[in-house]
C-alpha cells in the first residue's frame, strides 16, 4: 500500500485507523494478562497457550480480548469459574490507551508509546499482585527507550532536517532522562531512610522511573515522580478515608504491608507499591503533558 492510498483511507474514514489501534491494543491487553500473570512466576508466555484453572485449554472463540468476556458473563465455559473483571479491564484500559497514543502522534511515535505504555500497564498489575516490578520492565525498558530514541528522533520531538544529529540529541535526551530520573529517586529513596531510619522506597522504583525517562527525558522523569507522589497521595487519602468511614477495605485500595512483608490494613508506616503512581503519572506526561511541562521547566530554567 502507498503513502497516497493510506492517506486516502484515512481522509474517507477518519475512524478506521484509530479503530485498527483500538483493536490492536485489545489484542495487546489479552497478552499483557498472560505476561501479568507469568513473568513474575519465571513461566513461558508462549506456551502452554491459555487455559482455564480447570485444566481446560481455552478454544480461540472464547478468548477474543473484552468481548468474550462480556459474552460469557465472566464465566469460564468449560467449568463456570468465575474469571476476574480485571481482564477485561487490562484489555480495555490498553485499547484506549493504544488508541489515545495513535490520535495524539505520528504513527512510528505512536508505535514507541505502544511499547511504553503497554510496559507501564504490565508492571503496574505486577507491582499491585507481587511488590515487585521485574527488570525486564525497568532496566529492559530503559535500553529499548535509549535504542528507540536513537532510531525515531521525533520520539523526543527531535525534527528530522539532519537524521544523524537529530538522533543523536534524541538519544541524549533519553539518557538524560534515565540517569536524571533514576538520580533523583535513589537521592529521594537516601534521604527517606535516613530521615525515617527504614527503607522507604525500593530500587524497582529508581529502575523504573528511569525507563519511563528513556522515553519522556528528564522533564518526564520528574514530573513522574512528583506527580506519582501527587496520585499516590489522593489514592491513599480516599482509600484510608473509605477504611474509616465503612470499617471496611476500599475495593481499589493499594495493597499494603508492613515493612516486614506481612499483608496489612492501609495505614500511615504500610508500605505501599509506587510503581503504579509512577506509571499513572508517566503515562499521562506521554499522552498529555509533554509540551506543557517542557515549555514551563524552559521558562523556570531562564531564572537561573
Ligand atoms: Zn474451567
Request: hydrophobic share 55%; proline share 7%; glycine share 10%.
Amino acid at each position: 500500500m502507498n503513502p497516497a492510498s493510506i492517506a486516502e483511507i484515512a481522509s474517507a474514514f477518519p475512524w478506521f485507523f484509530p479503530l485498527c489501534a483500538f483493536a490492536v491494543g485489545a489484542c495487546v491487553g489479552s497478552f499483557l494478562n498472560v505476561v501479568i500473570y507469568r513473568v513474575p512466576k519465571e513461566e513461558s508466555i508462549v506456551s502452554p497457550g491459555s487455559h482455564c484453572a480447570c485444566g481446560q485449554p481455552i478454544k480461540w472463540h472464547d478468548n477474543i480480548p473484552i468481548l468474550s468476556w462480556l459474552a460469557l458473563r465472566g464465566r469460564a465455559r468449560c467449568c463456570g469459574r468465575a474469571f476476574s473483571i480485571r481482564y477485561p479491564f487490562v484489555e480495555l484500559l490498553t485499547a484506549l490507551l493504544f488508541t489515545a497514543c495513535w490520535l495524539q502522534f505520528t504513527p512510528l511515535v505512536a508505535v514507541c508509546g505502544w511499547i511504553l505504555l503497554g510496559s507501564l500497564v504490565a508492571a503496574t498489575f505486577i507491582d499491585l499482585d507481587h511488590m515487585i516490578i521485574p527488570d525486564v520492565f525497568t532496566l529492559g525498558l530503559a535500553v529499548v527507550g535509549v535504542i528507540l530514541s536513537l532510531c525515531i528522533p521525533a520520539l523526543h520531538g527531535q525534527p528530522g532536517d539532519y537524521f544523524v544529529v537529530a538522533s543523536l540529541r534524541a538519544g541524549v535526551a533519553s539518557v538524560q532522562g534515565v540517569l536524571i530520573g533514576s538520580g533523583l529517586v535513589l537521592w529521594i529513596a537516601l534521604l527517606a531512610e535516613a530521615v525515617l531510619k527504614k527503607e522507604a522506597m525500593g530500587f524497582g522504583d529508581v529502575k523504573f522511573v528511569g525507563a519511563i525517562g528513556a522515553f519522556c527525558g528528564w522533564q518526564g522523569a520528574v514530573f513522574a515522580v512528583f506527580g506519582g507522589a501527587l496520585v499516590g497521595t489522593v489514592w491513599f487519602a480516599i482509600a484510608w478515608t473509605w477504611q474509616k468511614v465503612s470499617g471496611k477495605a476500599s475495593p481499589v485500595a493499594p495493597p499494603s504491608e508492613t515493612p516486614e512483608g506481612e499483608p496489612t490494613a492501609l495505614a500511615f508506616g504500610a508500605h505501599v507499591p509506587f510503581g503504579p503512581m509512577l506509571a499513572i503519572a508517566g503515562g499521562l506526561y506521554f499522552l498529555f503533558f509533554r509540551a506543557p511541562v517542557a515549555a514551563w521547566f524552559a521558562d523556570v530554567s531562564v531564572l537561573f
